[in-house]
């Protein structure tokens, strides 16, 4: 009689089994909704956002200045000055307008 020996065929599926969860996994950590890719990918937004918030944080700090400057109790007469011409299209006697 004539015995062939072959590898046993469950250590095969379990090895080949074992080697797709890990590849699945390993899949899943860096292109799953978790992973590293959308990691990155929400960092950088968060960064375009920081951007956007730090100008945004400028000119409400700016528009507040102006609003001071206009203000009932301090009035700067420059600005003031400066609005009224744009406003209202003024100029003064001694000015010459180019266009």
Do not use: C, H, W
């Not at 020996?5 to 080949?16: D, E, I």
């Not at 860096?30 to 920081?50: C, H, M, T």
């Not at 600005?79 to 266009?99: H, N, P």
């Amino acid at each position: 009689m004539l015995r062939r020996n072959r590898p046993p065929m469950g250590a095969l599926f379990y090895f080949l089994g074992a080697l797709m969860l890990g590849l699945y996994f390993t899949f899943a950590a860096v292109q799953g909704d978790y992973g590293l890719f959308k990691r990155i990918e929400v960092q950088s937004e968060g960064d375009a956002l920081e951007v956007e918030l730090a100008a945004l944080r400028e000119e409400v700090a700016r528009m507040e200045n102006l609003t001071t400057r206009l203000s009932d109790n301090f009035l700067d007469l420059d600005l003031l000055d400066e609005q009224a011409r744009d406003v209202l299209g003024l100029i003064r006697a001694d000015e010459v307008v180019i266009r």
